[in-house]
């Protein structure tokens, strides 16, 4: 693990796109992980110039849901402006029960269909899909997936062009973690590798993320899963905090960018 990506969310609140690309070359980062409405802010034109002029790769493209009773009208767009950004994966977002009535069990069957069709326009846009299950307490508006267990099977039935993304924040207190990120890796299918950290208490589900070693995550540990399963992609800074997002981006990164290397060997401070 030798790459350190950070994802724009990190920085959103006081560093548009183009500013947060800037941030990003004159740490001598390579890759990024970007949000369409972001892309929307500064416009797309400008977007891809800034990301040809430091010459950046984009990892993860958010993303595309979520899931609506009218389907996926927008979805197709998103694709094929995730091709046109370069995006190594971009990310299926099912949101949570959408409809009244709806049980559990059919809002799972809804999200598998909605992704099997989803699957064929990313394989004809030649982009690849990520799963990230989310944290079992999002389940109610937020997602349908909420272990690498569910993933890992969804994946399995689905077959070639979609993969998984694993995120600290949401798996880290799950026994079978060392399992299943064993089994994605057997099958290739691990697309990236979301740091961050679990506080004590956790004051807000969406907005009270921690930054790595603050928390009570053993990153250690599940970087040796990660290594062990055979990822030797980036470690990706994602961190959605009110407390962070207050303060400097440039001193977030480098608070990232230190903790990183600290932690994960990772980066050019390694
Ligand atoms: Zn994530």
Request: hydrophobic share 50%; glycine share 10%.
């Amino acid at each position: 693990m030798s790459d350190v990506v950070i994802n724009h969310a990190t920085v959103r609140e006081r560093a548009d796109m183009l500013a947060f690309l800037d941030l990003c070359a004159q740490r001598g980062l390579t890759e990024v992980s970007i949000w369409g409405n972001e892309i929307d802010r500064v416009g797309e034109e400008a977007a891809l110039a800034a990301l040809a002029r430091h010459d950046m790769r984009v990892a993860g493209y958010n993303r595309i849901g979520p899931f609506t009773a009218d389907g996926l009208s927008r979805a197709e767009a998103e694709l094929a402006r995730a091709a046109r950004f370069g995006a190594d994966h971009v990310f299926v977002f099912t949101g949570g029960l959408a409809r009244r009535g709806e049980t559990l069990a059919e809002a799972r069957d809804r999200a598998e269909a909605v992704i099997a069709d989803l699957l064929d326009m990313a394989r004809a846009a030649g982009v690849t899909l990520a799963l990230e299950p989310l944290h079992p307490m999002l389940m109610g508006d937020r997602t349908m997936i909420a272990s690498l267990t569910h993933a890992n099977d969804l994946c399995d039935r689905l077959g070639a062009g979609i993969g998984v993304v694993i995120d600290v924040h949401h798996l880290w207190w799950d026994d079978r973690l060392p399992a299943e990120i064993a089994r994605a890796g057997r099958a290739g299918r691990i697309l990236g590798f979301h740091v961050n950290d679990w506080l004590v208490p956790t004051r807000h589900l969406l907005t009270d993320r921690g930054m790595m070693g603050d928390g009570v995550i053993d990153l250690p540990g599940i970087a040796a899963m990660m290594r062990a399963a055979g990822y030797n992609g980036p470690v990706e800074v994602e961190i959605f905090s009110a407390d962070w997002w207050a303060r400097d981006p440039g001193e977030v990164m480098d608070t990232a960018l230190a903790r990183c290397a600290r932690i994960f060997g990772a980066g050019r401070g390694a």
